[in-house]
């Protein structure tokens, strides 16, 4: 018996292989409708790190009568989304339990299963474990997926400012001479010398809460942005973040004698990249004692307000002890590279991309 498309009436559907399971697709719309139990069947098969989907007994809200009928018993259609926190939208009929996904949700279905072990992850409550870590060290906690391989670059970064740190700074007596060889200057930069230094000073760091500060924020956004780029992009954008830190720094104050070192610059450029494709991720803000769950947007707007202020104070007392500039600097060139790249980040991360979508609902 030939079945008419319940989404544009005028298909005949056909028998099509849909990850082992001969379904009913529209060949004009491209829309597949399933008989109880095939849609759990494919989902079983695919590769979504679920071999037992149980999905169509555990939908989301009722969203009331869809416009569509059933392709076999003419009933209207019942619209649920997947999940609550997943708001892809399926029709089921009330009589036979088929279900119809349009041609546009149908990717988003198969890879249901890792948004939903993705949503667990990221909507996990605050710990009391969480919360003695932030009262003690006052840094944020992330909540976001773990990367699918080990983020070897960002370990290699994290290790080479910790060992360079403990090689000049531990024999105080070298501190002085490496900081004249390789901090960044302005002054000198402009007159053409220690060129080398546009590099070098982002791997030096001036005490150990400077070292223990960049080195943790790297740790907790670098391997989920290096999983996105691939470990040489990573680098080579790190470095360009920083390479844009120190230029407005240079800027801001061409005639500068203080040597500058650090690689906060080149991190808060992958705080502008985080902030652009990480949206779904939470970072904790600690209240005096009340640990809030946050927005990357809300913590890196915190962030950039406490730069500017912290920049207003400065002048005014005549402090230039933090390269402010050089975090904005940084910030801006991440944002830039951000913008640049998303479209390619995205297109090659299929996961990234469904987190991104309005469809996604975050707990915080």
Not at 19 to 24: G, K, L, W
Not at 117 to 144: C, G, H, R, T
Not at 168 to 174: A, Q
Request: charged share 15%.
């Amino acid at each position: 018996m030939s079945l008419t498309c319940p989404n544009c009436r005028v298909g005949v559907m056909r028998k099509h292989d849909f990850h082992n399971q001969t379904v009913d697709y529209c060949e004009q719309c491209e829309g597949v409708w399933f008989d109880s139990g095939e849609l759990d069947q494919a989902l079983s098969i695919a590769d979504n790190n679920d071999d037992n989907v149980t999905i169509e007994h555990h939908l989301g809200d009722q969203l009331g009568p869809s416009l569509h009928s059933c392709t076999r018993c003419k009933q209207s259609l019942i619209r649920y989304n997947l999940m609550n926190e997943f708001t892809v939208q399926i029709d089921t009929c009330p009589s036979c339990a088929g279900v119809w996904i349009d041609k546009a949700e149908l990717d988003r279905v198969v890879l249901s299963p890792i948004i939903k072990d993705a949503l667990e992850v990221l909507n996990k409550k605050v710990s009391v474990k969480s919360w003695f870590f932030q009262i003690l060290s006052q840094m944020p906690v992330e909540y976001n997926v773990k990367p699918k391989r080990l983020p070897y670059a960002t370990y290699a970064l994290l290790v080479i400012n910790i060992v360079l740190f403990m090689a000049y700074f531990i024999p105080s007596g070298l501190m002085h001479n490496v900081l004249d060889t390789f901090a960044l200057r302005s002054d000198l930069i402009l007159a053409g010398k220690q060129p080398w230094t546009l590099i070098s000073h982002m791997f030096l760091h001036g005490g150990f809460m400077h070292l223990i500060g960049n080195i943790y924020f790297l740790y907790i956004i670098g391997d989920n942005l290096e999983d996105a780029l691939g470990s040489w992009r990573f680098i080579g954008l790190y470095l360009l973040c920083g390479l844009a830190a120190a230029g407005l720094q240079i800027v801001s104050d061409p005639n500068s004698t203080i040597a500058m070192v650090g690689a906060s610059g080149a991190i808060a450029g992958l705080f502008g990249m985080y902030l652009l494709w990480f949206r779904h991720a939470s970072l904790s803000l600690m209240i005096i004692v009340y640990q809030k769950k946050v927005s990357p947007m809300v913590f890196f707007i915190i962030w950039l307000a406490l730069n500017f202020i912290g920049m207003f104070v400065a002048v005014q007392n005549g402090d230039e002890g933090v390269a402010y500039w050089a975090h904005i600097g940084g910030f801006l060139a991440g944002l830039i590279f951000g913008f640049a790249l998303r479209n390619n980040v995205m297109a090659n991360n299929p996961l990234l991309r469904m987190l991104n979508s309005k469809e996604v609902k975050i707990q915080r």
